[in-house]
């Protein structure tokens, strides 16, 4: 079974990927982000080891999309709010790991 964080980063990641517009992509890395940070919210045992990969497969995948489209931004702005789009994914991607390997050892989940 997939939990609910794992299923809506999914949605999100697919937001991301079929985003045409910048706005609409920007707005879809922006809702992405808001899953991850929300990761460590749950409770002990919301997210499994197998949907923390999932969760870092996905954070791959839209950073790859975000990496493809900075270098066609014309507005420096943009450019850099989707860069540092990329190092907070990461972040939040290395916080869940940690969150999840936590409830691991101290609940044995």
Request: net charge negative; aromatic share 4%.
């Amino acid at each position: 079974m997939t939990s609910r964080i794992v299923a809506d980063a999914a949605k999100a990641a697919g937001r991301v990927r079929d985003a045409g517009q910048l706005r609409t992509f920007r707005h879809a890395v922006d809702g992405f982000v808001h899953v991850l940070a929300s990761v460590p919210d749950e409770s002990a045992g919301a997210v499994s080891a197998e949907g923390v990969r999932t969760l870092e497969t996905l954070g791959q995948d839209v950073i790859d999309r975000i990496e493809e489209r900075v270098d066609d931004i014309s507005s420096a702005g943009d450019a850099q709010e989707l860069v540092s789009d990329v190092y907070e994914i990461r972040r939040l991607l290395e916080a869940a790991g940690r969150w999840r390997q936590h409830y691991a050892i101290a609940r044995h989940v």
